[in-house]
């Protein structure tokens, strides 16, 4: 089937909207967001390899747009996507990036505006949206180095923990029911392991270490878990976990001897079960390896006494600072966590013939996480900093459809994620979400007051989160999550009776009246708490004159206001 572009099929029916609606409709789409449309749907289509998306049309605007911007002085922002700052080499990344860049015959893209770094950087580091104060409050500042101060404090919020620990829930497949079938005791004892791990800012080879040495009860000892959260508990399948986890490589395409030499180091460890329902103890069994001489993943040849348990000797390998992939692994994971694309694509499938875009950007990281002793604090910090993460997500030089993305000459754009936009619906139409579920037993029910984002458990079920593609955790892939725009979700967005009735309420606290400058505020809040930024003087003029034509809008007409914003692209991705 040929994909519609994205703000076409925003012209779905809907009980609420009559045809003089879609009427109105069509000048919002055309004008007020046509920038941002058009250029979302082109760059997702470039980022899905999916041609189909664009249209004729899109093309012809945004060939236009181009046009135009090739007559501006690179000083002057193009678009509220800007700054109006070119792009300088403020550290190590970006002068790496643009000696990488020019190889490839490519310049960086302008340094992104305010608005659109706040957004992004709560976004990426946090989960969430930035609140209406916290917005109006960063781009009043006018130091020189806020954008560093916020960095600062979002990396010692609890937001940042609960996001980061969800990113980890996924990889680490915690979740109680089928395939993995850990049981919501030791899905939440394993959660709150891997949380605890990430607020205290544990170094990160203690953290590796401390997963691969684990013993203890599965309700009880959250990392012993690790050896639990697999499908099947034989030697092979927990060393082609542990391989994926912290080496990013998977060992089905290894030779049948590779895997073999691998799985030796888990040949040891054995299960019991207790009194207690579904209680089940790791160990250990102090057996000795049919040889004392074991094979690493790096052919080197070590031995293994009779006393030792062969995990230890294997995560002392592993997490030694002269073993590159170790460190290759998790700096190349945050990367791709921040800006949606590794230095090596996918992150979890390191193998010879996929070697990295950027090999000396990925040495630098790699270098910079030994010299923090594994702070993996450090390695957001130094990411988040620079102007390589902080471009506008527009390229300087227009992109053919086949670009490659992982070049980064910009800022890759993606939908949100599943738990995420959920999140941010609820913050904005000040909605509460609760889950509950009678599966897994026992009984599952999460207060409203915790965030989506903080789900301990996939098995708790929500067909929102389902349909918006959150991790199945089945794989502990990156790419069981699937971020992709579909249908079903468009028409979800569209006909929602839940989010229609959010629209309708956050509607009605909104009391338009003749007074400008009061509808100038209203209008400045919806746009705050939805995109984090102010209307553009483009979309307050077009507004006023095609939508509100001086009278006090109808409920209607504000609700269909807000659907058009909630609806566009700029409010469902990272940009």
Not at 290 to 309: F, H, Q, R, Y
Not at 372 to 384: F, G, P, T, V
Not at 525 to 547: C, G, H, M, Q, V
Request: charge should be neutral; include cysteine.
């Amino acid at each position: 089937m040929t994909k519609q572009p994205y703000h076409k099929k925003f012209y779905h029916n809907h009980k609420s909207i009559n045809s003089n609606i879609l009427i109105w409709l069509s000048i919002i789409f055309a004008n007020i967001f046509f920038t941002a449309n058009n250029f979302y749907n082109n760059c997702l289509a470039q980022n899905n390899n999916d041609e189909n998306i664009t249209t004729r049309n899109d093309v012809k605007i945004q060939n236009a747009e181009t046009q135009n911007v090739e007559t501006q002085n690179d000083i002057t922002p193009r678009n509220y996507f800007e700054s109006g700052k070119t792009f300088k080499a403020v550290c190590r990344i970006d002068e790496i990036m643009l000696v990488s860049l020019k190889r490839h015959n490519l310049e960086p893209a302008p340094v992104c505006s305010d608005e659109v770094f706040i957004r992004r950087v709560f976004l990426d580091v946090t989960g969430a949206l930035p609140t209406q104060q916290e917005v109006r409050k960063f781009l009043a500042d006018k130091s020189a180095n806020k954008r560093t101060k916020i960095i600062n404090t979002l990396l010692e919020r609890d937001e940042f923990v609960d996001y980061c620990a969800m990113k980890w829930s996924d990889l680490l497949r915690i979740k109680a029911e089928f395939p993995i079938n850990l049981w919501p005791n030791g899905a939440a004892t394993y959660y709150n392991w891997v949380h605890d791990a990430i607020r205290t800012n544990m170094p990160y080879d203690k953290f590796a270490k401390t997963l691969l040495t684990a013993n203890g009860s599965n309700f009880r000892d959250g990392a012993a878990n690790f050896y639990r959260a697999v499908p099947s508990k034989d030697p092979e399948t927990l060393a082609e976990f542990t391989a994926q986890t912290f080496l990013g490589t998977r060992i089905a395409t290894w030779t049948p001897q590779e895997r073999k030499n691998i799985a030796n180091f888990f040949s040891r460890i054995k299960y019991k079960e207790t009194s207690q329902w579904k209680e089940e103890i790791v160990f250990w069994s102090h057996i000795p390896l049919d040889s004392p001489e074991a094979i690493l993943p790096d052919n080197s040849v070590t031995k293994i006494p009779d006393n030792k348990d062969p995990r230890e000797v294997f995560a002392e390998w592993l997490t030694s600072p002269k073993n590159k992939n170790f460190n290759q692994n998790i700096t190349n994971r945050i990367w791709y966590w921040l800006l949606g694309f590794g230095i090596v694509h996918e992150p979890d499938d390191f193998r010879n013939d996929n070697s990295p875009v950027h090999p000396e950007l990925l040495d630098y990281l790699c270098d910079e996480l030994v010299k923090s002793k594994y702070n993996l604090k450090h390695i957001y910090r130094i990411i988040l900093n620079s102007n390589i993460y902080q471009q506008s997500s527009i390229p300087k030089i227009p992109k053919k459809q086949n670009d490659r993305i992982e070049l980064f000459d910009s800022y890759p754009i993606r939908r949100i994620e599943a738990e995420v936009l959920q999140d941010a619906l609820s913050q904005i139409f000040d909605e509460p979400v609760v889950y509950q579920s009678e599966v897994p037993e026992p009984f599952t029910r999460i207060p409203s007051r915790y965030r989506t984002v903080v789900l301990p458990d996939t098995s708790v079920t929500s067909s929102f989160l389902e349909m918006f593609g959150r991790a199945t955790r089945d794989t502990g892939l990156e790419s069981d999550r699937n971020n992709n725009i579909t249908e079903s979700q468009q028409l979800f967005m569209l006909n929602s009776t839940e989010i229609n009735n959010w629209v309708k309420r956050y509607a009605a606290k909104l009391k338009f009246n003749k007074n400008r400058n009061e509808r100038k505020k209203l209008l400045d809040s919806i746009w705050l708490a939805i995109l984090s930024r102010y209307p553009t003087e483009t979309e307050l003029k077009i507004i006023e004159n095609d939508f509100l034509k001086k009278n006090i809008p109808s409920q209607q007409k504000i609700q269909d206001l807000i659907w058009a914003i909630i609806n566009s692209k700029e409010f469902l991705c990272k940009h």
